[in-house]
């Protein structure tokens, strides 16, 4: 299993900064949005972000989305191409993007790896039909992890500090996600069908219903507690989703720089080492940057 | 009275319209707004007097092209380019909300395809003093605040439609469609440059606005009325922006007292001097 920071995806490679990320196309910037996905086949504006970037021609789509195109798109220079992540939100559309051009695709919400699961889930049965190989390595998602000495310890540093960030910092205006053509309508489709059957209920409707430390972490919206809890509820989360890639959100809500640093140290040298067997036996190197596959010792 | 029928009608190499016919008579040409073609039984009453072609914008319901629709230009060109493969040379045209904008622009750019022309609450025109409400802001769940009475049965339906699942997706689907489709030559300031091409209608206009609009205030309808020589405006002053779902009697009654009018003379000004 590979574990990365969380937030920001930022990588060097030969001295060139590659920064992948949504800049594109986020449901924030729905004036990019206007106008609806690209049909298939046409270039990109996620790839191509990501393409600018490495060509370090910076300026020529950032902040671009889907409303602007360049004459040409970018092509890229560097061989092999670096990997390319994409994050998506359960678009039927960004699945095949992701499969077919063998990206990694991350499904990153602050909502666990249990909500995460429906999500992924598709994923792969997209993958399948398309006769795509169930790379673990090809997917991603996030999720809080909070260690301490004990469990009862972890809910004591931590309890205050994760319901500030769930109750205080999770007022996203659902206006910026549902934006007119952010979603094409093979997808809204699809969203509007689970919800109405209620097969999905969205991560923020669940926390309306009350949710405090007990019924965060049995939803999956933290793992938090000993190392020991933490190996086996990660591992178990990893296995359960087939996903070898977490964006690991070790700072929440208030918590204090040491608290913070406590966390990722115990991370680090608690339950990072017995997860590095995860998952070895399939190849991550179509989505991994060749430079950061060596395991220091 | 007869059921609709649909027919599929590939308007150019960009656009395949999906065209609902209601009823019989002479031609009119419907463009629907906010919601799509799901507007009750509207159609059918203006049916009773016309032939009623009613297609659907690119990008909602069987309708496509709409990524390849680059402008309002373009947009018009399809709605012409379906006029002529309708054979309807020349047609009455009735437009709601963004469908308003369509028709203002057809009748604008060829006015002699267009014989009498009816802007129900349209869109199109910005008014800094009176911009109105942004209707690209709403939830879903809020689309009930384009009716006057938001409690009303049709206006909780319209945000919330009853049916089986399939229904209500489908429906639903249909009017994120409509919404994406409008977005795309609306937002964010409505304003592709119809104002300065509205002298040239020639069409004898009618403006019918809601009296509780907030998305076309009075403002808006008073620069529709102001740039379309002799447009006359006729409001219901109880609705809101749904016209066609708030008050279908009341707002076909007014259509076909316009539409079955005697046929004023052209403007003389434009006649002469604004043919395509």
Known sequence: MRVGRAAVFEWELEGVPVELGPHGAQPVEPVGCVGGPQPPGRWNPHAAHVETRVRTQATAAHGAGAGVRLGQPPRLIQEPRPPVWVPGGGSLETYDFALTNTYNYSYLSFYGYKYAKSVLDSFWRRADELGVERNPFQAAFAQFVLVSETDEKARQEYEEHVLYFYNKCMHINPRYVEAPGYRSARSTRNVLKARLEGTNRSGRDLLKSGFGWDELRAAGYIIAGSPETVRAELEAAARSLNVANVALLLQVGSAPHELTCKNTTLFATEVMPALREVFSEHDSSPFWPVTTQRVPQ | ?276
């Open chain 2, 1 to 276: 009275m007869t059921a609709p029928t649909v027919t599929q009608v590939r308007a150019n190499e960009r656009v395949d319209f999906s065209v609902r016919v209601h009823g019989s008579g002479p031609g009119l040409l419907y463009l629907h707004g906010f919601g799509g073609l799901a507007c009750g039984d509207f159609l059918d009453l203006l049916g009773r007097s016309h032939t009623v072609y009613a297609p659907e914008m690119p990008g909602v319901g069987g309708s496509t092209g709409l990524d390849e629709v680059r402008s309002t230009w373009e947009l018009a060109l399809a709605y012409h380019d379906l006029l002529q493969l309708l054979d309807l040379p020349e047609v009455a045209v009735v437009g709601h909300s963004v469908g308003g904008m369509i028709a203002a622009e057809l009748a604008a750019l060829w006015p002699s395809s267009v014989n009498r022309l009816a802007l129900v609450s349209p869109m199109g025109l910005f008014v800094e003093s009176s911009p109105g409400d942004d209707p690209f802001a709403l939830l879903p769940t809020e689309w009930c605040q384009f009716f006057a009475d938001q409690d009303s049965t049709v206006a909780r339906r319209f945000a919330d439609p009853d049916g089986s699942i399939d229904e209500r997706v489908t429906l639903l689907v249909d009017r994120a469609t409509a919404a994406e489709a409008a977005a795309k030559f609306l937002f964010p300031i409505p304003d592709r440059g119809l104002s300065r091409r509205l002298y040239r209608v020639t069409a004898p206009t009618l403006l019918a606005a809601g009296g509780l609009d907030t998305f076309v205030p009075a403002g808006v309808v008073e620069a529709f009325r102001s740039g379309i020589p002799h447009a006359q405006v006729s409001t219901v002053p109880e609705a809101g922006h749904m016209l066609p779902l708030e008050e279908p009697v009341q707002l076909s009654k007014i259509l076909d007292a316009f539409l079955g009018s005697v046929v004023p003379a052209r403007h003389p000004a434009a006649e002469g001097g604004a043919r395509a």
